[in-house]
């Protein structure tokens, strides 16, 4: 069965970083893209950021463009999302996603296979 397990989330202060990780088992991974979505109270679930198996290909949504980084261990079977210069905008749960279609369209909810629980973001202003 695979699972999924985010950390890193919490409360921070605007201007501030947090970094979450997530650690995906349970089967193999070879190929597959990872990412994140967030979702806002009372708003759309989003894409934030992804990156292929490779690293070559990444995909970052325009609000977080120069302030987020995504990572991957591979190795490890672990993406990471860098946050720096968090706003209250960010605030939002934040969802761990792994998908292994053939799709370079990483922004795509339908892409990814695999959800996790999701991990509160909280930025004060």
């Known amino acids: 069965q695979v699972q999924l397990v985010e950390s890193g989330g919490g409360l921070v202060q605007a201007g501030g970083s947090l970094r979450l990780s997530c650690a995906a088992s349970g089967r193999t991974f070879t190929g597959y893209a990872m990412g994140w979505f967030r979702q806002a109270p009372g708003k759309e679930r989003n894409a934030v950021a992804a990156?292929?198996?490779?690293?070559?290909?990444?995909y970052y949504g325009d609000s977080v463009k120069g302030r987020f980084t995504i990572s991957r261990d591979n190795a490890k079977n672990t993406v990471y999302l860098q946050m720096n210069s968090l706003k209250p905008e960010d605030t939002a749960v934040y969802y761990c996603?792994?998908?292994?279609?053939?799709?370079?369209?990483?922004?795509?909810?339908?892409?990814?296979?695999?959800w996790g629980q999701g991990t509160q973001v909280t930025v004060s202003s």
């Open positions: 996603v792994v998908g292994s279609r053939a799709d370079g369209r990483l922004w795509l909810a339908t892409r990814y296979d695999y």
């Open positions: 990156i292929t198996w490779s690293g070559i290909n990444t």
